[in-house]
């Protein structure tokens, strides 16, 4: 249990694996102390390093493990500056109260741009062409090099990836069709496919967008592949699980399929350097690139922004959006009121109890949101003026950390 006490003198924050230096500066100005160190960092170290930090900020090789997070009863946030958060035991962070936040989207457009550029390769053949250059072979043909004016882009899952391939695809003249489990919008002139088979059935290129689902895993096999177009090209910067790759490799040996672009891959090697292999390596007109569809430099940056900017907002303001494992509250600031945060566990009667002590307090509540899962609550409680300023709020945490369901108390502003 912490009371967390927020703004007295410098509050320190913990950044590893060399995060984008904007994140550190982002948090300065807000009054924090950061640190950042260059690398990745093991258990015993971190809990050294942050041994009285109120959050970290990591990516994806430093593990926030459930002895990390008991040995750090301080903490109050992980900001995981990447996409997976797969390296923090969520499940253990959420029962002692921290959420962890991620950016799930900064790198959309990175790989919206990505499939852009490889629609414009498979259609022009231009990876082949540029193989027998560099091999010394010169071969000046238009055969099976089209433009992709007037050709159709089929998007299967058209999420925050899709819709902007949508829009980039057809600003170049592509008829866009899309196909979604869930009712989307269509953007521009994008139009909706009644299924995904008539997607298949009319595209020149099928690019796809789906998260890894138990519904998406091998979503295209022989059959689907089958139902393209003879010389489509499929595209896939998803997940690797949605494709079967065998089958794709099938499609291009037959001559079915014109050619493919794949960057993501069922199995992939933990790090570079290490040895990777895969039925589609040197078919024609197949491009395939190790997971980078969201590897760019303003992707990073944007990371940067959006992990920090959740932190910070869940450090001032207590707002939880973007957080992975912790209820959603966003509670916009009202000027001259002062907020208090109380973290519970989510059993019955806590409202009541929180109730009771305020109005004993004869604090005025001016707004007030709770949200919960199946283990914590999360309340915000703002109040229009605490009779003697800070020995209020102080008398009214120190009741609120005696309920045996509190888990922590922060007094905001
Ligand atoms: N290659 C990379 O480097 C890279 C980078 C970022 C994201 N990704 C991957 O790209 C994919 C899409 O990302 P996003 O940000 O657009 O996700 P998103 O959640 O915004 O969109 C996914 C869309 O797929 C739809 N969908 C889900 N199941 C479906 C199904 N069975 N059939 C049809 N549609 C279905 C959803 O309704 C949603 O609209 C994810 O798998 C993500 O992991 C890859």
Redesign the pocket.
């Known amino acids: 249990m912490s009371n967390g006490r927020a703004r007295e003198g410098k509050q320190k924050i913990l950044l590893v694996e060399g995060i984008q230096p904007d994140a550190k500066s982002n948090m300065e100005a807000e009054g924090f102390e950061v640190t950042l160190l260059p690398k990745g960092l093991s258990e015993d170290e971190l809990i050294r390093e942050a041994a009285d930090c109120i959050a970290i900020g990591i990516r994806s090789k430093t593990r926030m493990t459930a002895k990390v997070l008991a040995a750090l009863p301080q903490l109050r946030a992980i900001g995981a500056f990447c996409?997976g958060t797969n390296q923090i035991a969520l499940e253990a962070a959420n029962k002692q109260g921290v959420p962890a936040f991620n950016a799930?989207?900064s790198?959309?457009r990175?790989?919206a741009e990505?499939v852009i550029a490889e629609i414009v390769l498979l259609s022009r053949r231009l990876g082949d062409r540029n193989n027998e250059v560099h091999r010394g072979v010169w071969t000046k043909s238009a055969l099976g090099s089209r433009e992709v004016r007037g050709k159709t882009l089929g998007i299967?899952?058209?999420?925050?990836?899709?819709?902007?391939v949508g829009v980039l695809a057809e600003s170049m003249g592509l008829s866009v069709v899309f196909?979604?489990?869930?009712a989307?919008l269509p953007m521009g002139n994008n139009r909706r496919a009644e299924t995904?088979e008539q997607l298949l059935g009319e595209s020149d290129f099928v690019t796809?967008?789906?998260?890894?689902?138990a519904?998406?895993k091998n979503?295209i096999r022989a059959s689907h592949l089958a139902a393209m177009k003879a010389g489509g090209c499929l595209i896939n910067?998803?997940?690797g699980t949605?494709v079967v790759i065998e089958d794709l490799a099938a499609a291009i040996q037959s001559g079915h399929l014109g050619g493919a672009a794949v960057?993501?891959f069922p199995e992939e090697p933990e790090g570079n350097g290490q040895a990777f292999k895969s039925a589609l390596q040197n078919l024609p007109n197949v491009f395939l690139t190790p997971?980078?569809?969201?590897?760019t430099s303003e992707?990073q940056v944007a990371i940067g922004h959006e992990v920090s900017g959740a932190l910070i907002r869940f450090l001032t303001l207590g707002s939880t959006t973007g957080s992975v494992n912790f209820p959603l509250v966003e509670l916009p600031r009202r000027e001259g009121s002062h907020r208090l945060v109380h973290v519970h566990r989510n059993v019955p009667g806590v409202l009541r109890d929180v109730n009771r002590i305020v109005s004993d307090e004869q604090a005025n509540i001016v707004g007030q949101v709770l949200a919960t899962d199946t283990e914590i609550g999360y309340l915000l409680l703002d109040f229009d003026d605490f009779a003697s300023g800070d020995q209020m709020s102080g008398r009214l945490r120190d009741r609120l950390l005696g309920l045996d369901t509190t888990m922590s108390v922060r007094a905001l502003y």
């Open positions: 996409i799930p989207f790198n959309t990175s790989v990505m299967v899952g058209y999420g925050h990836i899709g819709r902007q196909h979604d489990v869930a989307r995904l796809l967008h789906v998260p890894e689902t519904q998406t979503m910067a998803s997940r949605v960057d993501v997971h980078i569809g969201g590897s992707a």
